[in-house]
């Protein structure tokens, strides 16, 4: 020793799992901040599009896919479509791509029950291309894609619900797609709590997509 003093360097009792919980404390402060500022953002964007129509002269008018019951499209389905056919006649669009697989066990695909009730309304079936598989709005957007390269369409109208619009907007620019938003008009049906959920639903999914979980 050389008799110079040597200060104490070790952490007094007590004082190195205080120091952590402080350093874990400030990190859930910060993700739990960052969380509901993403939250807010999203649900900004689904409010915004889910009353924004943009439907202009386009290329095809893209329908996605809902429930349906025994090749009879369900409420909200039928108003997806009825919306498309409006747009249809008012000369939006020449043709009409209806989109949505079978769930298992199912005899009828969304895709084919949405051509057939149009059809059924007076849309002819030259004028309707059905697209049978997806089961995502995910898959739908590829699949869409591969019918716009495949057909020469530029320009697409995505018909669906409101609270869908901002998230299939992303999706499909995210495919190289150029889309204007249309959502189907309100059926009367919903209550101010399934526009809770469906808002919710929309945040979770589009930011499971936009980590690649989707």
Request: glycine share 8%; proline share 5%.
């Amino acid at each position: 020793m050389n008799g110079e003093f040597q200060p104490e360097t070790s952490v007094p009792p007590g004082r190195g799992w205080w120091r952590w919980l402080k350093i874990f404390l400030l990190a859930l402060a910060v993700i739990a901040v960052t969380g509901a500022a993403w939250c807010r953002w999203v649900y900004v964007q689904v409010e915004r599009y889910a009353v924004l129509d943009q439907a202009a002269p386009s290329d095809a008018i893209v329908v996605f896919g809902a429930a349906e019951y025994d090749g009879r499209p369900s409420p909200v389905f039928r108003a997806r479509l009825d919306h498309a056919r409006i747009l249809y006649e008012r000369g939006i669009a020449p043709l009409i791509v209806t989109l949505g697989g079978s769930e298992s066990g199912d005899e009828h695909s969304e895709g084919e029950v949405g051509r057939d009730y149009l059809i059924g309304g007076g849309v002819p079936d030259a004028a309707i291309i059905a697209e049978t598989h997806s089961r995502s709005t995910s898959e739908s957007a590829r699949r869409t894609a591969v019918i716009a390269r495949t057909n020469n369409l530029r320009r697409l109208v995505m018909v669906s619900d409101g609270t869908h619009m901002f998230r299939i907007h992303a999706i499909c620019a995210a495919n190289g797609l150029d889309v204007l938003t249309s959502p189907r008009p309100r059926t009367g049906l919903e209550s101010a709590m399934q526009d809770r959920d469906a808002i919710w639903h929309e945040i979770l999914t589009y930011t499971l997509w936009k980590l690649r979980l989707d």
